[in-house]
């Protein structure tokens, strides 16, 4: 039995598209950590929050088996050893806590240039390939579609051109990489981003605690990462044309102030507060308008 343990242990990929981003952003939930000398494992110092840096397509593992209680994975890499699992009438145990927004691409499948897409039907009886089988598997079947799927782990984007399939399915970004082998894209099978991946499982209570702080510090920082405090002030008169200007802000606290129905107002908002939208809340009846930067926010 493995001992039972009071740090949590984090997975993040070590060398990678989500290595800087993902440290980042669990820098900024107020961690930082301690290098061992192979680089593979960071002892967290101001918190019991250490890091495994291993390949992203041993994360889910490492999770399902309670190597680590929580990782950094793309959605594309979780969801394909998910349905995996299911597709072997195993249980997927573990999921997406939460969406992380960086690290976006799409999983598609992508015919050559020449093609007229009309719909998946076309692909019945082709050939497709792919580093993706069961998400591709999936989605083939929710369309009916009978094909043959290619499963190679690199260099997908070249099997057509050398004759091993007739289409792909593959991961896109810019599209370029495709276009560069006149491939174009013509169905989407999933929005992938980096996400918080957890076991399905109540964690052991030794780590529950500090699961909990995790994901509550991670929830502060997602939910400021774009917001701004605008401060401004208003007349009770104004609102009903300030207020509509503002829909992305949380519900605003207001105070009266000195003058006869004047309020200082201030909002957390959400989107971004341009220029132009200061001046439209200006013309509205708003002023001393003010935008400030949010560090924390604990709910
Ligand atoms: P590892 O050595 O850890 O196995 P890898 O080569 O599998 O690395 P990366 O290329 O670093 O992985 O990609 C990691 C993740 O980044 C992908 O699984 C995907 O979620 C995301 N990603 C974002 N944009 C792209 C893109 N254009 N191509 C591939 N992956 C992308
Ligand atoms: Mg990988």
């Not at 984090?10 to 598209?17: C, H, M």
């Not at 605003?252 to 102030?257: G, N, V």
Request: glycine share 8%; aromatic share 4%; proline share 6%.
């Amino acid at each position: 039995m493995t001992p039972v343990r009071d740090r949590l242990r984090v997975a993040i990929q070590k060398n990678g598209r989500l290595s800087e981003p993902a440290r980042a952003l669990l820098a900024s939930c107020g961690l930082s950590w301690r290098e061992s000398p192979d680089k593979l494992f960071c002892y967290g110092e101001s918190a019991p929050v250490d890091l495994l840096l291993v390949r992203d397509d041993d994360i889910p593992g490492l999770i399902a088996s309670g190597l680590c209680d929580l990782g950094v994975v793309g959605r594309n890499v979780l969801g394909e050893q998910m349905s995996d699992l299911r597709a072997a009438n195993r249980d997927a145990s573990v999921s997406e806590l939460r969406a992380l927004g960086f690290g976006g691409c799409k999983l598609s499948i992508a015919v050559p240039n020449d093609w007229t897409w009309t719909g998946p039907a076309m692909l019945s009886g082709k050939r497709l390939a792919t580093s993706y089988p069961a998400l591709l598997r999936d989605w083939l079947d929710a369309n009916n579609v009978q094909a043959d799927i290619v499963e190679l782990s690199g260099s997908v984007e070249i099997a057509p051109r050398l004759g091993q399939a007739d289409a792909i399915c593959d991961l896109v970004s810019s599209g370029a990489t495709l276009a560069a082998n006149q491939l174009k894209p013509v169905e989407d099978i999933l929005q992938s981003e980096a996400v918080l991946a957890g076991p399905v499982r109540d964690f052991d209570p030794a780590l529950a605690g500090i699961a909990e702080m995790l994901l509550r510090r991670l929830d502060g920082v997602m939910k400021i990462r774009d917001s701004k405090l605008l401060m401004f002030q208003a007349s009770r008169a104004a609102l009903a044309d300030v207020l509509p200007l503002l829909p992305d802000a949380e519900p605003p606290t207001m105070y009266p102030i000195g003058e006869d129905g004047m309020f200082a107002m201030q909002a957390l908002c959400h989107g971004v507060v341009t220029w132009q939208r200061l001046e439209e809340l200006k013309r509205a009846g708003a002023r001393g308008l003010m935008v400030l930067p949010v560090e924390r926010m604990l709910a």
